[in-house]
């Protein structure tokens, strides 16, 4: 059997999604800004995804969503347009964002720093979490915007975005979010809370690699990060990757179409799953409360096991797992995320992320409890950091969080 759990790396692409597609590849192949007939056939379906992921995020007719090639080129456009539009054109000179974001903002805001501006990054608690009034105590009167991701990456623990949104709006301050890891696994409404700037990405939600999207609110003046000609009226140089758009359309509404039974359905296998390693895996610990997790993601870690010999033991089971980011996947220190929130050097290299997907089986859940706890048991018996006089499998259950 065959088990991929790293869909917060990546999904596949849905059945229905690719049908969809397929037309746009050949038969309608011309390029949507000219007048011709063979430009022209491909805006009918081009305004039908439009309305899709407009109606699957709520967005308002006065917002505008922008399409990008992922969500990366999306976070680079709102901190280095923030930068440009408030910081070398206006009296502004900080961003605050956290520790615990993905790479593609840390690393722009890495470039920034190395520009003159000052970035804060928050930390977070022991759920790895960035708490609210963490933000509003490091928001200055310099403060050009704060960008604090929805739902982490490697977690899955769920960000007070409402609440950040409000003291962000109180204070006159742009708010951003990487909403990666949220739209299309959670109820994401722009108009319930108040953010500035969203990304996200279809390939998360089962949509296609390379197209992705940006939320701006009330359609506010951002310089484009891409120039060259009008396309997506300037915002967004760039002929339109027509079979994308319209995949991403097809993906959000499959996506959110009956979410409530998805999300339940998804979350009863991740809760099995979960349990069933705490039980039989002594020394086993679970980042975060589940509650306050997206319902797919676990990570799971195992003292004395390193991270990269458990995966090479699952690749040898066919499952897919992985040790956090896919975008830092080939970076063998220790786990950020899990420094961040308080573990040691030692248990930040044990870190393990299952992802499941609405696509996984009951029969795939099975499978990976059995052959997780023989890849743990193999591993742990050539551990030399593992005491010998620890439990064997079978003990006492953990705590469902991680303690410092």
Known sequence: MKVYLDNNATTMCDPKVVEVMLPYFSDVFGNPNSIHKF??????????????????INASDDDDIIFTSCATESNNWVLKSVWVDKILNGDKNHIVTTEVE????????????????????????????????????FITDKTALVSVMWANNETGMIFPIEEIGEICKEKGVLFHTDGVQAVGKIPVDVQSVHVDFMSFSAHKFHGPKGVGGLYIKNSQALTPLLHGGEHMGGRRSGTLNVAGIVGIGAAIELATENM????????????RLEDALLEVIPDTFVVGNRENRTPNTILISIRG???????????????GASTGSACASEDLEANTVMLAIGADHELAHTGIRLSLSRFTTDAEIDYVIVHFTQAVERLRAISSSYAKVQPTLGGETQECELHH
């Open 39 to 56: 430009g022209t056939a491909s805006h009918p379906a081009l305004q039908k995804a439009v309305n899709q992921v407009y109606a699957g």
């Open 102 to 137: 993905h790479p593609s903002i840390l690393s722009t805001c890495k470039f920034l720093e190395d520009q003159g501006v000052k970035i804060t990054y928050l930390p977070v608690n022991d759920q790895g979490v960035v708490e609210a009034h963490t933000v509003k105590s």
């Open 260 to 271: 409530e039974e998805k999300i339940a359905a998804i979350k009863a296998k991740r809760d």
């Open 305 to 319: 096991v390193e991270g990269e010999g458990m995966l090479w033991d699952l690749n040898k089971f066919e499952i």
